[in-house]
């Protein structure tokens, strides 16, 4: 079948509406597993006071506001989702860090409802992947960029290198709830090639653009927090899972807690790999 890139977006906006109040639920966790992904990215851009940043696809907008604190009292962080819900979240978390120079957006990262170089610098993590179409979305982040600014960004590595996501992908396509991904479609994995990560900052208008690896570390304390939060973070998983019989949820349920004993310590608790891209490019 082939890629309908306008289906696609209405699904994936649906998708984040749905999931919103799952990963609220989640946000300390995620804020942790995440932590050395946004330092990386704040280093890249290094936000001066004075600056106006923007985040895309911010979800909850920890990054973005982690920049807030770097760019006060003058200058300021709009952060940016498709998803109403999504920002929903990421108000109450402003309002509960007393953050009071972030602007909240509704925007489409492939074509952003900003006037050209209009921004210092760009963040986006875990965003450009997911788009229907990557490329259109880096040269419209390279157009609202000043001439100097800066963008950074994060891509998850291959998903064989990240077992958390990796295992219930495999559980459910062995039972045939779920299908492999389409090569060349979005998904969380999608750009997990640092040459095509490269590629795409070169032929959007980038300069200068590097392209690392961060090993990361998903640590539950426990296989019920794991599956509690990969139900409440994946919007696919959630729905194949939930759809079944009891006792078919009984079946996946003990046979991830197996596929995941050899990250589970005595004391039930897991430390679960993962790796993803990072990258940076000036405009």
Do not use: K
């Not at 009071?100 to 952003?112: G, H, M």
């Not at 958390?164 to 479609?185: D, H, I, K, Q, Y």
């Not at 899972?241 to 990250?263: K, N, Q, S, T, W």
């Amino acid at each position: 079948m082939s890629f309908d890139p306008n289906a696609h977006r209405n699904t994936s906006l649906q998708s984040w509406e749905e999931a919103a109040s799952g990963w609220t639920r989640q946000q300390e966790a995620m804020r942790e597993f995440g932590a050395p992904v946004s330092h990386w990215m704040l280093d890249a851009i290094e936000p001066q006071p004075g600056e106006r940043v923007l985040e895309l696809a911010a979800g909850l907008g920890e990054t973005g506001m982690l920049a807030g604190e770097l760019v006060a009292p003058h200058g300021g962080v709009i952060v940016s989702d498709q998803a109403e819900t999504m920002l929903g979240g990421a108000r109450a978390r402003a309002l509960e860090l007393g953050l009071s120079n972030i602007e909240f957006q509704v925007l489409n990262a492939e074509w952003i409802d900003l006037p050209v170089a209009s921004i210092d610098a760009v963040l986006c993590r875990w965003g450009y992947m997911l788009m229907a179409d990557p490329l259109a979305a880096l040269r419209e982040t390279r157009r609202v960029l000043r001439p100097g600014g800066r963008v950074a960004l994060a891509v998850w590595d291959s998903v064989e290198r990240n077992p958390w996501a990796f295992f219930p992908a495999r559980e459910l396509s062995e039972r045939g709830l779920g299908a492999a991904p389409v090569p060349g479609t979005p998904g969380p994995f999608a750009l997990g090639n640092p040459e095509r990560v490269g590629e795409l900052l070169e032929q959007a208008g980038f300069a200068d653009a590097r392209v690392e690896a961060i090993d990361l570390h998903r640590r539950q304390r426990s296989f019920e927090e794991l599956w509690d939060s990969t139900l409440d973070l994946s919007r696919v998983f959630h729905d194949a899972v939930l759809g079944c019989p009891e006792p078919e949820i009984a079946e996946i349920h003990a046979a991830l807690a197996e596929r995941f004993a050899p990250y589970t310590a005595g004391d039930g608790s897991l430390d679960i790999p993962g790796r993803t891209l990072v990258a940076s490019a000036g405009a």
